[in-house]
């Protein structure tokens, strides 16, 4: 969400803040003075009435939220416990620098030859990545010994242009995790991007 | 210092579609709006330095952690965000301090962002613990202001009024104006403007602002040009003008409201607009429909406001003019109708009054003003000496006061209905400020839609309401972790059986007895170079090469030896000695090739012996291991427990949803409830009032035909007058 974003939300929800005017026909002059009474000492009385539910409320709500991000965290680590155990776990990353030269449409990886993720960005996932975010692109289990990563990178390069590069890696799993990152570098020399695939 | 800014975006709508509860229905016109779009600002803050000694492999996944973080983050993945920050503390506790100064492409402070991130989600406990942690941390004017301004908000969502004071307090404005982006800047100002007005007495506490009026000045100088809180505090200084008595000053602040937006509507609009098109996802159209809507209702408040103030100080001329200015359609609308025709009525002009209040009666659907219309009516009538009129019109009214009865009756049932406030929950949106929307699908409409929207404008109500709707997206997740961890229980299963039947697979194939033969088989070979060894047989040692040339000269031998038969007994002449002396030479210096080369084959003859020793003796270690492991039962104990432990807490956690979910339901039942017994009170109240009314002008009317025995005619009431809206180029969503 971008501070632009944020701002038209707030915008959008204010008219959900108009308080509704109650009975004005019976006396309007009376009734004007009360509504302005109840909006400085009404709503002082009624806070202190609704304020031990709505905190209460709130305090089951927190609690509520904090347990799901700790069980979310847990899930996330039985998870690759279960189902990548680092013997066999391969994960690759995708960072992204700056940005200038370059603007990620899609990327395809292959593993040994056979196509094991392609990826569309939405905008909003190119934003994140040259903001300094990582995306966990693929993450597989990998039998031990010699493989070779190839990543194609599809997008607008330089002047707006169709730009299709590849890069490769041969590498050799051991016992433990394998961490490769692809990475997309702008080159201010060459005025280009640059791609490649490393070893963490 | 001050030229990098960068910007945090809490997604408080996410969690928090409505914020903080407003502080005052007139008052707080824009408090909990605040909230939601709190956008902040934050500068560059030097993180501590890197722990150099730390291992490479774990500074790559410190780093590799927060980055995904901040890749949730920039996506608006408020837990996945906040989920990986959590692995990250788990795994490297005080990892947050050693994030690398690279990784602060946006100069984006881990652990404020923590904060604001908590904040954003709804954890106001958590985000005011870093904040108050990162003050006493903190040492630059930059990180401090920030912190101070996030604690303020996270006080003001707690409804802390005291606290947020005081932490808006601790920024000064030059600190605000360095530090805090336009936006933040004028939140800030705002909030400050709101505690105030509730809460006088802070101001002594501030001690820096003489008196109300140019307090309010004050804060309107500090709020930037084309911010839309200037409407707010504009409207809200007039009430508060009018609160302290001083009529003729609220007209003139109310009146200066209104006028605003036609000295520069336009303008303000494009100033306001064109930032928001060029880097919002969302459309321009949308945005700007909606920030038309939200000046236009403040508006049309401060003109029903203005005009109730003009008839009270009896200039009903004036407020004629201003609640026609009013739209009709937005929510001020009906009480502007009614108020019209009170204006109307109050300038002897009963004929336009009737004509207004009519359209309000002509209305089918349900609502105060409307009923209130048929006693306005009947109270024109009897003042224009009309009352069978009035009869006529308090009979037409009790039958439509019986009728809302009924409605009320059935919306009560309607509310009553198990799962009817969970769907109302599931279809709320903040942004919209009606609870059931016009094409919403709901048999019983009319009363039922009126009053849930009438108690939509509460904040109270939306509060819970939205804390309603988050239990419910907590319960979809939670129930859906639930399901994978009996997914895991059952793969964890599989897997058992699969790796049994695998040991059943090999032990049957009778892989393992496959090793001793190979172990004879190298036995045999040993055999064969000891004896190799003490015959001195260096042939025996040369490799496949030779032993097949050895074969080739055999062969050539016996065919010699052959070819010599045959010609003795065909008595030809026999070969010639070459042949035989070939042979042999050949021979000879196959012998000597192996002779030369025995040391050679004797020693890698040797290693390659010692080297297949070794490998049968390690293959013969893992045979006994994998055997001792088939004949054991697969064990996943860890596993098993790590999945019922995790399953064990989401049950927990889900009754727990489940209980406060029904709490929720009881609360906003309640209040329905009470709304509906409020209706039902008034409109018993509107029958009463109607009846006594019907007696007194029967009576009149029969006294009046009495003395004159003539009827009175009745009055044309005419057509209602149209409203028009204040700006011409209203958009209604």
């Given at each position: ?23 004005m026909v ?8 009360l509504g ?26 927190q ?12 899930l ?10 680092s ?34 960005y ?31 990178f ?9 730009y ?37 | ?32 709006v ?9 500068p ?7 722990d150099?000694?730390a ?17 949730a ?19 490297y ?16 402070e ?21 904040f108050?942690?990162?003050l ?50 004028d ?18 506490e ?10 309010q ?31 003729q000053?609220a ?22 607009f064109?930032?928001l ?16 809507q ?5 508006l ?19 407020a ?9 359609e937005g929510l ?44 306005a009516s009947?109270y024109?009538?009897e003042?224009a ?28 049932q309607q509310v ?28 019983q ?53 699969q ?11 009778q892989?393992?007895a ?33 032993q ?22 065909l ?7 070459e ?19 025995y ?34 039962r ?46 039902q ?8 009032q ?44």
């Open positions: 969400m971008t501070i632009k974003q944020a701002a038209k939300n707030a915008m959008q929800t204010a008219h959900t803040w108009y308080p509704g005017l109650s009975s019976r006396n309007l002059l009376v009734l004007l003075a302005v009474l109840l909006a400085s000492q009404g709503v002082k009385a009624q806070q202190n009435d609704d304020t031990s539910q709505t905190l209460s409320v709130q305090e089951q709500l609690a509520l939220k904090k347990e799901v991000i700790a069980l979310n965290r847990d996330f680590v039985l998870e690759e416990d279960l189902l990548f155990p013997s066999t776990q391969l994960v690759v990353y995708l960072a992204m620098d700056v940005g200038t030269y370059f603007d990620l449409d899609s990327v395809e990886v292959k593993l040994d030859g056979k196509t094991v993720t392609h990826y569309l939405t905008e909003k996932q190119q934003e994140a990545l040259v903001k300094g975010g990582v995306q966990k692109l693929h993450l597989a289990n990998l039998a031990q010994g010699e493989h070779e990563i190839s990543a194609f599809i997008g607008k390069g330089p002047h707006e242009r169709e299709t590069r590849a890069t490769s890696l041969v590498f050799t799993k051991s016992a433990d995790a394998k961490l490769l990152e692809l990475r997309i570098v702008d080159s201010s020399a060459s005025q280009q991007p640059e791609f490649s695939v490393i070893e963490l | 210092m001050l030229a990098q800014v960068a910007k945090f975006k809490l997604l408080l709508d996410c969690f928090y579609p409505l914020g903080a509860r407003l502080l005052s229905s007139f008052v707080g016109l824009r408090g909990g605040i909230l939601l779009s709190c956008c902040l600002t934050l560059v803050i030097a993180a501590d330095r890197i150099n000694d291992p490479s492999e774990q500074k790559v996944m410190l780093e590799k952690y927060y980055q995904q973080a901040l890749y983050y920039f996506q608006g993945d408020v837990l996945a965000a906040l989920s990986q920050f959590s692995l990250l503390e788990q795994r506790p005080q990892g947050l301090k050693n994030i690398p100064d690279y990784l602060r492409k946006q100069d984006i881990p652990e404020l962002l923590k904060g604001a991130l908590s904040l954003s989600f709804g954890i106001e406990d958590q985000a005011a613990e870093i108050q942690r990162l006493v941390d903190y040492d630059s004017a930059e990180k401090r202001t920030q912190a101070w301004f996030l604690l303020g908000l996270t006080y003001y969502r707690q409804e802390q009024w005291q606290k947020a004071s005081r932490s808006f307090g601790q920024i000064n404005e030059a600190q605000a104006g360095d530090y805090l982006d336009v936006q933040s800047h939140q800030w100002i705002y909030l400050q403007a709101q505690l105030r007005s509730l809460h006088p007495d802070m101001i002594t501030q001690g820096n602002v003489q008196d109300a009026e140019s307090e000045n004050y804060w309107q100088e500090a709020l930037s040009a084309d911010s839309i809180y200037h409407y707010y505090l504009k409207y809200n200084q007039a009430l508060a003008t009018l609160q302290s008595g001083d009529m000053l007209i003139g602040q109310l009146k200066a409201l209104i006028d605003k937006p036609k000295q520069g509507f336009s303008q303000f609009v494009n100033s306001w064109s930032p098109i060029s880097e919002s996802s969302l459309t321009s159209e949308e945005q700007e429909v909606a920030h038309q939200e000046i236009y209702g403040v049309d408040r401060a003109k029903l406001t203005l005009a109730y103030v003009l008839l009270q100080q009896d200039q009903p001329q004036q004629y003019r201003v609640f026609s200015q009013i739209r009709r001020d609308g009906e009480a502007a109708v009614l108020g019209y025709g009170w204006a109307a009525a109050k300038s002897d002009e009963l004929q336009n009054a009737l004509g207004i209040w009519q359209s309000l009666i002509q209305q089918t659907h349900f609502s105060e003003y409307t009923l209130e219309a048929y006693l009947a024109a009538y003042k000496y009309a009352p069978r009129q009035s009869v006529a019109i308090l009979k037409t009214g009790l039958n439509r006061f019986e009728q809302a009865l009924v409605e009320l009756s059935e919306t009560r009553s209905q198990p799962g009817f406030l969970l769907q109302l929950a599931q279809d709320f949106e903040s942004s919209q400020p009606a609870l059931i929307s016009s094409t919403a699908n709901v048999d409409d009319g009363a039922l839609k009126l009053l849930v929207n009438q108690l939509g404008v509460s904040n109270e109500f939306r509060h819970y309401l939205a804390a309603l709707q988050q239990t419910q997206t907590l319960e979809l997740r939670l129930t859906d972790w639930q399901q994978r961890m009996a997914y895991y229980e059952l793969m964890l299963d599989e897997r058992e059986q790796k049994l039947q695998r040991a059943q697979v090999m032990l049957q194939n892989i393992f496959q090793l001793p033969a190979l172990v004879e088989q190298r036995d045999a070979l040993a055999q064969t170079m000891i004896m190799a060894e003490q015959q001195g047989d260096a042939e025996a040692l040369m490799a496949a090469q030779y097949q040339w050895v074969e080739r000269l055999d062969q050539a031998q016996q065919r010699l030896q052959k070819i010599e038969t045959l010609k003795a007994q008595q030809q002449p026999a070969l010639k000695a042949y035989a002396e070939r042979l042999k030479r050949i021979k000879g210096t196959l012998v000597w090739l192996a002779s030369e080369a040391p050679d084959n004797r020693r890698q003859a040797q290693k390659a012996l010692a080297e297949l020793d070794q490998l049968l003796d390690k293959a013969n270690q893992q045979q006994k291991q994998l055997l001792i492991e088939l004949q054991g697969p064990d996943y104990a860890t596993q098993r427990q790590q999945v019922a432990s995790i399953a064990v807490r989401i049950d927990r956690q889900l009754q727990k949803n489940q209980g406060l979910q029904k709490s929720l339901v009881k609360k906003l039942n309640q209040e329905l409830t009470q709304l509906i017994d409020q209706q009170g008034k409109v018993n109240d509107y029958i009463l109607a009846q006594l009314a019907m007696v007194r002008l029967n009576d009149q009317a029969l006294q009046q035909n009495q003395a004159q025995g003539t009827q009175i005619p009745a009055i044309d009431i005419g057509r209602p007058p149209q409203l028009a809206p204040t700006v011409d180029e209203v958009q209604t969503p």
